[in-house]
């Protein structure tokens, strides 16, 4: 394939409820939307899902947009390209910016399983008809408001419930869940918000029968969540700590986790994310996909990485209408009883709804 056209548009879309963490509350998303085009008119759809300030990684969607106009696009525009690998060997000289890089990459990998006329979950070497899905729940005002929020999941057939944690509003909030529901799948996620002088309290929760402790220190810290993983019996899992193989790789090899959450904007890719699951698979250590608050067009890939045999723990690839009004494609990601059916149609197996898609732009421009 060789591209010939890009198209970039800059989305805001509302939430139906706000999501609270411990960096923070997200009231809307705005997001990127690129629609890639080859020569041969086949279109390709990928999304940036760097948030609007740096506080999950260094990017932000202004950042995104500068590292794609001044540098990814005119490494990738009109290039003879064989496979999607190639996009990852042509971005290697150009340092981090992985979101940026992922949404370019996961727009090619579209066109090439359109024009293989494979579905995008095949071309990874995907092998589920159907993922099981957890939800992710933030920061609530009360313990009675997330117990109750939990309870409304669980009946709806969500097979794990993701708590935010923080100083100050973990323990007691996972002993009273833990109470409620003894038998959960259940796991606490911490965005970075501990240190080592609060391995007392991360101790503690070992109490609770969890999945795991979801990165619970700095995210450029893999020593020191090795020296805690030696303290803890819950597994550790590293989101914000993994950008690539060689992060998994010395991160396994020093013990600092016993689970890695893969996000595909986290990593810069698709390739980079079959790369890191083969590898864990390879190393007994399961995986999982992580959620960045993914319109449809990243949700979509969400669910076709997810069809790889490592990612054997319940993702946080929630349906649609659990964030969304009104998603940007149809027809959009639903969730039954606790799973989501992999589409089999060619490319990502869904449809962009350009009327939606136009409604929520708020500024685009074109590439050649």
């Not at 009231?27 to 020569?39: F, I, N």
């Not at 506080?55 to 005119?74: A, I, N, S």
């Not at 946080?316 to 969304?324: F, R, V």
């Not at 959009?332 to 060619?346: A, L």
Request: proline fraction near 4%; charge should be negative.
């Amino acid at each position: 394939m060789k591209i010939k056209e890009i198209t970039i548009r800059h989305l805001k879309m509302a939430m139906k409820a706000p999501f609270k963490t411990s960096f923070g509350t997200i009231h809307e998303k705005e997001l990127l939307l690129l629609e890639v085009k080859d020569v041969a008119g086949t279109i390709g759809w990928g999304e940036a899902v760097a948030f609007v300030a740096p506080w999950y990684t260094e990017e932000t969607l202004k950042t995104t947009w500068h590292m794609l106009e001044d540098f990814l696009m005119p490494t990738l525009l009109h290039k003879e390209i064989a496979h999607p690998d190639e996009v990852s060997m042509l971005f290697a000289p150009i340092r981090r910016n992985c979101m940026a890089k992922a949404s370019i990459e996961g727009a090619v990998w579209d066109i090439y399983a359109q024009q293989t006329k494979q579905s995008l979950a095949h071309a990874l070497g995907g092998n589920k008809d159907l993922i099981e899905v957890g939800i992710s729940v933030g920061i609530q005002s009360s313990v009675e408001k997330l117990i109750e929020l939990i309870k409304n999941y669980i009946q709806m057939g969500y097979k794990r419930v993701k708590v935010k944690i923080k100083p100050g509003y973990d323990i007691e909030v996972i002993r009273a869940i833990r109470s409620e529901f003894p038998d959960l799948p259940l796991m606490a996620d911490a965005n970075s918000a501990y240190t080592l002088d609060d391995i007392d309290v991360l101790r503690q929760l070992d109490a609770f029968n969890l999945l795991m402790i979801e990165q619970p220190l700095a995210a450029d810290d893999i020593v020191d969540h090795a020296k805690l993983q030696k303290q803890l019996k819950t597994p550790i899992c590293l989101d914000e700590s993994i950008t690539s193989l060689e992060d998994a790789r010395k991160a396994i090899e020093l013990g600092s986790c016993g689970v890695i959450n893969v996000k595909i904007g986290r990593v810069g890719g698709l390739t980079e994310a079959r790369n890191i699951h083969d590898y864990c698979r390879g190393k007994g250590i399961p995986v999982w996909c992580g959620g960045m608050l993914e319109a449809g067009i990243g949700r979509a890939h969400n669910v076709a990485l997810t069809s790889l045999a490592n990612f054997v723990l319940p993702g946080d690839t929630a349906g649609s209408n659990h964030y969304w009004y009104e998603d940007i494609i149809q027809p959009e990601v639903v969730v039954e009883d606790g799973f989501i059916r992999v589409p089999q149609g060619v490319g990502i197996g869904y449809t962009p709804n350009i009327d939606v898609i136009d409604k929520l732009t708020i500024t685009k421009k074109v590439y050649k």
